[in-house]
């Protein structure tokens, strides 16, 4: 999966070992989604090892003396984009609209790499109206407040939200009263949940849920009435079972801008989860005119050699000739937004090729 990544990958006898293992975890800071890593244990694991580059996030702990300024970079990029025939690949319409999808694509990790950790909230659901029937029918209740509040929301909008706040209290109540039991996640690199904490002594297990089992006793129905009736703890645990809304921030305008971007990038984590080929890759590269499964060519390798280029140039600068149909299909929807990007080419590039590169850097030089 291309959820984790690893500093170093050795070859332990049949099998690969992974060291300073990191997964995604995205935060909200300064107005924007982060992603910063959480360190899993060293482990032996099988898959695709070298199939995307590690991420700034990770990288950015290289030592200082190896790293170079975001406005050096782009000076010295911008000098290449004059005076070298990288500045006519990029000018090219399908290079510069490939650069474009790829500063989008970018842009969308963040919410590609979370894992569903609502998963099968249908069914839990069910099951604890079975096992906690007076507990499940007070969250109805709450959650039909909520649909009466966001009944002009669209409705996958509207039933994400209850179904938060649904799972949130459930969660709740088997943290009081029980435990729950967890599948393996890929976004966590295998790992079946990451703690938490939400309170002083009071750690989350976020993951997917498999089963909740609940043991009702006196004391534990106090700490679910309790935990349940507060409004913040309830929004805390909303917040680490929905990582793209932004914590501490709890606008319900703030959730229809999460959800509107979580739902319209379900087609795009569903393909990497399943695709043997990362969504968004960089170096693939098939020959004799060849493409894989569930992609489309983007850059034709016509327009490779009249630009005096081929594919391997492409793999060299890390472009894939290659675009995911799901991802395809989401630009198209997207059209003038990103042809409109090609009058920044040196943008374009930047966000490609200079690690750390924003807008702003250029106005500042």
């Not at 659901?125 to 959650?143: L, V, Y």
């Not at 649904?166 to 949940?193: K, Q, S």
């Not at 390798?301 to 995911?324: H, K, N, Q, V």
Request: contains cysteine; proline residues 7%; hydrophobic residues 45%.
């Amino acid at each position: 999966m291309a959820f984790a990544w690893a500093e170093r990958v050795r070859q332990r006898g049949d099998s690969l070992e992974a060291e300073n293992v990191q997964v995604a975890v995205s935060f909200w800071q300064e107005g924007r989604w982060r992603v910063r890593g959480h360190t899993l244990p060293d482990r032996a694991f099988a898959g695709y090892a070298y199939r995307v580059p590690a991420p700034e996030w990770f990288v950015r702990e290289c030592p200082p003396e190896a790293r170079v300024t975001p406005g050096s970079a782009f000076t010295a990029l911008e000098l290449r984009l004059h005076t070298t025939p990288l500045g006519s690949m990029c000018r090219n319409f399908e290079v510069g609209l490939a650069l474009a999808q790829d500063k989008l694509a970018a842009a969308l990790t963040p919410a590609v790499h979370l894992p569903d950790l609502l998963a099968g909230e249908g069914r839990l659901e069910r099951e604890w109206k079975i096992e906690r029937p007076a507990i499940a029918a007070q969250a109805a209740n709450a959650k039909a407040a909520i649909e009466r509040r966001g009944a002009s929301w669209p409705p996958e909008i509207r039933q994400l939200r209850t179904w938060l706040h649904g799972a949130a209290l459930r969660r709740l109540d088997a943290m009081a009263t029980g435990r729950e039991i967890f599948a393996p996640c890929a976004a966590y690199f295998g790992e079946p949940y990451l703690p938490c904490d939400l309170a002083p002594g009071l750690s989350l297990k976020a993951g997917v849920v498999r089963r909740a089992e609940f043991w009702p006793n006196a004391e534990g129905e106090a700490r679910s009435r309790a935990w349940r009736a507060d409004a913040g703890l309830v929004a805390a645990v909303e917040a680490r079972l929905f990582p793209l809304w932004p914590a501490k921030v709890w606008s319900d305008q703030d959730f229809i801008t999460a959800a509107a971007i979580w739902l319209g990038t379900a087609g795009l984590r569903d393909f990497e989860i399943h695709s043997p080929l990362p969504l968004f890759p960089h170096s693939v590269i098939f020959s004799d005119g060849g493409t894989p499964f569930g992609f489309r060519i983007r850059i034709q390798p016509e327009t490779m050699r009249a630009l005096g280029g081929s594919y391997l140039t492409l793999a060299a600068a890390g472009l894939s000739p290659y675009i995911a149909e799901p991802f395809y299909h989401y630009c198209a929807a997207r059209g003038e937004a990103l042809t409109a990007g090609l009058k920044d080419i040196a943008g374009l590039a930047a966000a490609k090729w200079c690690r750390g590169w924003s807008g702003a850097q250029a106005v500042k030089r």
